[in-house]
């Protein structure tokens, strides 16, 4: 007994696996904002934590948006923090302490 392959279907199974885009256009625009503002902070940091929650370990190695990561100017370098992982997660576990301190703005007047 022997195989045979319905071509249309073939077709169908190929069309209907084609990789799809990873990004949209708008979050490449958004990734390419962001790359150009990471490479400021961190010139500006000079590596180091910017945020220094009692918890830090010194070195940063991640960027916190300010404001989140949705609204006009979220990636202007004034906006984003290098921090370490330490204070990373401190900032996001007690918002409250982080807008006391600087390290989260509220957009347009909303409340968290």
Same mark, same amino acid.
């Given at each position: ?10 077709? %169908? ?67 984003? %923090? ?31």
């Amino acid at each position: 007994m022997t195989l045979r392959r319905d071509p249309e279907k073939a077709r %169908l199974w190929r069309q209907r696996s084609q990789r799809i885009k990873p990004m949209s256009a708008k979050a490449q625009r958004f990734q390419a904002q962001f790359n150009l503002s990471k490479a400021a902070v961190a010139k500006r940091s000079g590596g180091f934590c910017e945020a220094r929650t009692p918890a830090c370990a010194v070195y940063a190695t991640h960027f916190h948006h300010k404001a989140g990561r949705v609204g006009p100017g979220v990636n202007l370098p004034g906006m984003i %923090l290098h921090a370490c992982d330490a204070c990373h997660r401190q900032i996001h576990a007690s918002p409250e302490e982080s807008y006391r301190q600087g390290w989260m703005v509220k957009r347009l007047g909303r409340q968290a």
